[in-house]
Antibody, heavy 122, light 108 residues
């Protein structure tokens, strides 16, 4: 079955760009119809959706992140990536990559990575 | 943006008891766009219910979802020891996906 694995630095300096990659195994990222997504969870807090990319082209981002987010796909590597610019301490969180599937008219995030902790600090 | 409010914040129950978790939306939403997740400490969330009432693959039938409009419910008919966790509802909006703040089901 499809598995996801996040990778990237665990520590990012304030004002820099956070970059994470999610490697997809057990399936092709080019399989149509899946929303390859990033979510995060602040320490001891709930879940926050960051954004997704669909069919390697269509993206949607959480407006609360004010244009700081870019999600892209590298089909040759079977990966998708997150870039979050101008980070502050408030961006410290566990970041999850995930796959959202469509079931008829309904949706569900049915595959999750294990999560990676990113701390923003100098 | 749809705001989801879950209640209670924490519920203390014993194994074998029934758990009833509520998720209220700030305005009416399509049942197709309402999902429930379970998260245990140190783990990623797991999809339990999508489309408000459809169990995801491999989810035991003691978990059930119901509701429509603004009021949705996740019911665990008989709590097993592995069910003590935090549960989140989620809405798939056209411009933003939102989550409730979570309900913690703890052992009494």
């Amino acid at each position: 079955q499809v598995q996801l694995q996040e990778s990237g630095p665990g520590l990012v300096m304030p004002s820099q760009t956070l970059s994470l990659t999610c490697t997809v195994s057990g399936g092709s990222i080019s399989s149509g119809g899946y929303y390859w997504s990033w979510l995060r969870q602040h320490p001891e807090k709930g879940l926050e959706w960051i954004g997704f990319i669909l069919n390697s082209a269509t993206t949607a981002y959480n407006p609360s992140l004010k244009g700081r987010v870019t999600i892209s796909v590298d089909s040759s590597e079977n990966q998708f990536s997150l870039q979050l610019s101008s980070v502050t301490a408030a961006d410290t969180a566990v970041f999850y990559c995930a796959r959202c599937a469509r079931f008829d008219q309904a949706f569900g995030v049915d595959v999750w990575g294990q999560g990676t902790t990113v701390t923003v600090s100098s | 943006e749809i705001v989801l409010t879950q209640s209670p914040g924490t519920v203390s129950l014993s194994p074998g008891e029934r758990a009833t978790l509520s998720c209220r939306a700030s305005q009416s939403v399509s049942s197709n766009y309402l999902a429930w997740y379970q998260q245990k400490v140190g783990q990623a969330p797991r999809l339990l219910i999508y489309g408000a009432s459809r169990r995801a693959t491999g989810i035991p039938d003691r978990f059930s979802g119901s509701g429509s409009g603004t009021d949705f419910t996740l019911t665990i008919s008989r709590l097993e020891p592995e069910d003590f966790a935090v549960y989140y509802c989620q809405h798939y909006g056209t411009s933003v996906w939102t989550f409730g703040q979570g309900t913690k089901v703890e052992i009494k």
